[in-house]
């Protein structure tokens, strides 16, 4: 690996943001760690970053030649903000970006799809992750983890769609990879779990781990379009829906190596991840 360099993580306190800190800092990289509020990060220096506010850009690009790309949440264009923010990365000697993307969302596709085809022309070191759902949905503050807490209900439109739910530190496991080693991937990298598992694979999963009787509500597309509509801008709702829907149709359903291949250890399966959380409080 390398050991030249800063690395700006955007989204720093986010679900992979904290963790691709953590794994950083801990491997003895420098790193500034970007969030809105500057949040203290153990051994890392904290920098306010806005998206939406670019006299925060900057000062937390000074002294960075990499960067770790969280795109803004529920913004369905965000190129329309991160492209010009890149090319003033570029400009201040950004040399790799590495940036989170979704397996459902190909280059060039919607969304942050516009910023995937973009990247290779601006850095010439790059990659886009593009991880399968986080498993973290169903333990943190995501609306499926809440809903698991308070109602013992999961609601989607995936019908029995299977999907290859990933472990957020797995996702940062590669990140760290993309961003430190002395050769970028120079390509997108396809990140699953282990296994592929239904919604009903899930709430049973959760029932037998937490003792907490869970089950999987299915909804059509217009009932979760308009659920999701009561928490995010109603564009991006519609993108989760179908989303859903592409679930459903077995979009997602499928496994990669690209874990153990870059990261050498096999990722986390769901059922080790909830029991290590449950154990530990979470």
Do not use: C
């Not at 969304?111 to 949905?137: C, I, K």
């Not at 809903?147 to 990933?166: L, Q």
Request: net charge neutral; no cysteine; glycine share 8%.
């Amino acid at each position: 690996m390398s050991t030249t360099g800063t690395t700006l993580v955007i989204g720093a306190t986010g679900t992979t943001g904290s963790r691709t800190v953590a794994q950083l800092t801990a491997a003895g990289h420098r790193v500034k760690a970007a969030g809105r509020r500057a949040t203290p990060v153990a051994d890392a220096e904290p920098v306010r970053f806005d998206w939406y506010s670019s006299a925060t850009h900057a000062a937390a690009l000074d002294g960075v030649d990499r960067v770790y790309l969280v795109p803004p949440l529920g913004d369905s264009d965000p190129a329309a903000t991160m492209l010009p923010f890149l090319r003033q990365a570029r400009t201040a000697g950004v040399h790799r970006a590495v940036l989170l993307s979704s397996s459902a969302i190909p280059e060039g596709g919607p969304a942050v799809g516009t910023v995937h085809r973009a990247l290779p022309g601006l850095f010439p070191q790059w990659a886009v992750l593009r991880p399968s759902w986080f498993m973290q949905n169903f333990t943190g503050t995501h609306a499926h983890a809440r809903s698991i807490r308070d109602e013992g209900s999961i609601w989607t439109a995936t019908e029995s769609g299977r999907v290859g739910f990933i472990d957020a530190e797995d996702i940062a496991a590669v990140a760290v990879r993309a961003l430190t080693d002395e050769q970028a991937p120079n390509t997108d990298l396809l990140l699953t779990g282990p296994e592929a598992l239904g919604y009903d694979d899930i709430a049973a999963i959760v029932t037998e781990v937490t003792g907490r009787p869970v089950v999987h509500r299915r909804l059509s597309y217009e009932q979760m379009r308009d659920r999701l509509t009561a928490q995010v801008p109603v564009e991006f709702a519609a993108l989760l829906a179908g989303m859903d829907r592409a679930i459903a149709a077995g979009a997602e359903d499928r496994i990669t190596d690209t874990v153990l291949r870059l990261t050498g250890r096999a990722p986390r399966t769901f059922r080790a991840l909830l029991e290590s959380e449950t154990r530990s409080g979470s």
